[in-house]
């Protein structure tokens, strides 16, 4: 893996009459390190250090590092409609090892320091957002809550390693506090649920005004995968009858269903704000539109959902807190911005349930709020953090620098499902005959082509004697934006301090 020069040495690139001499803050940039996704907000209005809600330029993207032979590793934006400029390897999963001793060993071979691909990840995005600001912007990113101590110690370091001190790191509990409080306003008695419901699991903390009390309380059983995964259901099984006889298995029709997929996730975030949404089927012949309503996205969701309240009560009572005390619910995630998610829970806990028009954006938003601030954004290190040079180049990925560091890239390898897909009720345009059996077959063969994007990677210990969590990365010569991956945490659901 190629390192990129340090912020500073880009910097120095700038042309002479566009750098700030003084070098005084242009805005800040919040990050946001997810398992599913990463999230920028550049914030560039300058001076002041008032506590406000910014009004920054947002951009996702997916949780996939491409490390490409002879350059710097970078990531795919969401929604870019576009391949990746560079064939390389694809490495998912990472997030969720940072601070785990057992180093994450590629499908060629090579083992790689999960928090230093994390803090790479960081530097890309840093460089990526670069063209928004005029100078080097203060810059805050948040780390998952449910991360142990030693996780945050070790991104700390790779940071540090990297010519990273600059990038200060916060809570995302208290990113996403910190954003709420400054556009709905928080309860100044009680406590605060913080539901957090990302792209791979649900996270579900306590907080006093803007300040987490206690302990997370994680699960990988619930998310917008999930979610995802029932839409996908539920239009296969609509359409059995016409595709009885296509092979969904066949290589061809994985770009199919992977853009199937996706289609189904753009219905989910449509269904946020409107009653119904229109899914375009293209498999093999079968040319369809499947519109969906969202009182069929709650049927489809609806057990899931009342299961993750059991989750808030589990969290209510690790920490030792009457439910009777909690007096507002805050929603992050991209997932919870499904309206159930909001009925469900305000039901369960009596109180009113806050969020932003875009959940999936509020930590990164607090984030950058925070760095602007000042208030929490100084790094987890003791060493106070030197400002953060940042150039002023157009608001595009620039290109990564050579490295004579090899990379080898591998083709994809196809592997048995996990957790195979099974039929759900429908309401496509077609009306389904009595084959339950092949509509369960056809459902679930379509799950295992879809799995074929992924490929199991066994990780290596350093110490031999140290378990192995199971790892799922992804390997392609040319990697697509829409390919989906999965990870598999070792314990579905834990306590962390």
């Known amino acids: 893996m190629a390192d990129d020069p340090s912020v500073q040495e880009i910097y120095k690139r700038k042309p002479p009459a566009t750098i700030n001499r003084e070098v005084s803050m242009s805005g800040s940039l919040g990050i946001k390190i997810g398992t599913a996704d990463f999230v920028t907000a550049a914030d560039a209005a300058s001076g002041g250090s008032e506590r406000r ?13 491409i490390m490409t032979q002879g350059m710097a590793p970078t990531l795919s934006p969401i929604g870019s ?25 590629a499908a060629d ?10 803090a790479s990840a960081v530097q890309y995005l840093t460089r990526y957002s670069a063209g928004a600001f005029a100078g080097p912007p203060t810059i805050a990113a948040t780390y998952p809550s449910y991360w142990q101590p030693q996780g945050v110690q070790a991104l700390r370091e790779a940071l540090d390693r990297m010519d990273m001190a600059g990038v200060a790191l916060v809570d995302e509990v208290g990113s996403i506090l910190a954003r709420v409080e ?23 903390s306590m907080a006093r005004g803007t300040e987490q009390i206690g302990r997370t ?36 029709m994985l770009a199919p269903l992977n853009e199937l997929r996706q289609r189904g996730q753009q219905a989910k975030e449509t269904l946020s704000t409107e009653t ?12 369809h539109d499947v519109r969906l309503v969202r009182s069929e996205l709650e049927d489809l969701i609806r ?6 309240a059991g989750l808030v009560r589990e969290a209510l009572r690790t920490n ?25 829970l305000s039901a369960e806990l009596h109180v009113p349930v806050l969020a932003e028009p875009d959940p999936g954006l509020t930590s990164a938003n607090g984030a950058a709020l925070l760095a602007r601030s000042s208030l929490s954004a100084a790094p987890s290190a003791p060493v106070p953090p030197p400002p953060m040079p940042t150039p002023a180049t157009p608001p595009q990925a620039p290109e990564p620098p050579r490295s004579d560091e090899p990379v080898a890239s591998t083709p994809p390898v196809a592997v048995a499902s996990a957790d195979p897909v099974a039929p759900e009720s429908t309401g496509g345009r077609k009306k389904v005959g009595s084959r339950r059996r092949k509509q369960a077959l056809l459902a679930a063969a379509a799950t295992a082509t879809l799995a074929a994007v992924t490929v199991g990677i066994v990780t290596h210990t350093v110490p031999k004697t140290e378990p192995q969590p199971a790892v799922t990365e992804q390997v392609t010569d040319t990697p697509s934006p829409a390919a989906t991956t999965t990870t598999q945490l070792p314990y579905p659901t834990r306590h962390v301090s």
């Open 217 to 252: 309380v994680r699960s990988a059983e619930f998310g917008g995968k999930h979610i995802d995964d029932a839409i996908l259901r539920h239009v296969l099984r609509g359409l059995a009858g016409e595709l009885a006889d296509i092979d969904l298995a066949a290589p061809a």
């Open 320 to 344: 030792d807190i009457d439910a009777g005390d909690v007096r507002a619910v805050v929603l992050a995630g991209g997932a919870s911005a499904t309206p159930l998610v909001a009925e469900v």
């Open 109 to 118: 071979g090579s083992a790689h320091r999960p928090e230093k691909l994390v």
């Open 182 to 204: 400054s556009t709905r306003g928080l309860p100044s008695d009680g406590a605060v649920v913080v539901y957090d419901l990302g792209g791979n699991g649900l996270s579900v």
């Open 303 to 308: 057990e899931q959902v009342v299961e993750s």
């Open 53 to 65: 809600a910014p009004r920054p330029q947002t951009t996702q993207h997916r949780a996939m590092l």
């Open 276 to 287: 119904a949404a229109v899914i375009e089927v293209e498999l093999g012949p079968v040319r």
């Open 81 to 105: 409609g576009t391949r990746p400029a560079h064939m390389g390897l694809v490495v998912t999963g990472f997030v969720d090892r940072v601070g785990d001793p057992i180093d994450l060993v």
